[in-house]
């Protein structure tokens, strides 16, 4: 409950708003809540294109017929999709880096929003596809100490830390120019 998915949604409608052409993907394969957000479907999705290529040596479903228009314009969205049994080892697929490769040449920015790193390995799989990463984290939960680790994780994945965003930050215990 950091605001991960809030944050990802808002600087996708940021870049979108910008002018730039956004896929925002859910990749939270286990608890996906894009779907709620935007008042969408959220099968099929992402699980199902990337099953159906593992299944079948290549994809039997049209990409452009799962991502769907947002209210936003430049902003599209594809789903989770169905929650897989395996989701780490369909985000580490070939037929994922695949998708990947292909949609980020449709896009101008590819945003993905992922599970919490730390608690499983589902982000640290896709980070390793990604071009950078943005860490969010909660004010005055994260220990300094898990931050490392995280930090650590996305090291290990080659995928440069971009940013971190502090957020639910108590803005009342200090003055605009506090410490």
């Known amino acids: 409950a950091e605001g991960k998915t809030t944050t990802t949604i808002n600087l996708a409608i940021s870049i979108a708003q910008a002018d ?31 099953s159906d290529s593992v ?7 049209d990409l452009y017929s799962i991502i769907h228009r947002t209210e936003f314009p430049n902003l599209s969205l594809l789903c989770a999709g169905s929650i897989p049994p395996n989701p780490a080892e369909l985000l580490g697929s070939e037929p994922m ?11 101008d920015y590819v945003i993905i929003d992922t599970p919490p790193l730390g608690s499983v390995i589902d982000s640290a799989v896709i980070a390793d596809e990604c071009d950078g990463s943005i ?3 909660e004010s005055g939960v994260i ?3 898990f931050a ?14 971009l940013g971190v965003i502090l957020n639910k930050v108590d803005m009342s215990k200090q003055g605009y120019y506090g410490k």
């Open 20 to 50: 730039q052409r956004v896929l925002l993907i859910d990749c939270d394969l286990r608890k996906p809540k894009m779907h709620h957000y935007f008042g969408v479907s959220n099968a099929p999705g992402l699980t199902n294109y990337i």
């Open 55 to 61: 299944k079948n040596n290549g994809p039997k479903t």
């Open 97 to 107: 880096a695949e998708f990947l490769q292909q949609i980020s040449r449709d896009y």
């Open 135 to 137: 860490i969010v984290m």
């Open 143 to 145: 220990s300094y100490r």
């Open 148 to 161: 490392q680790d995280v930090k650590g994780q996305l090291e290990k994945c080659n995928c440069p830390i």
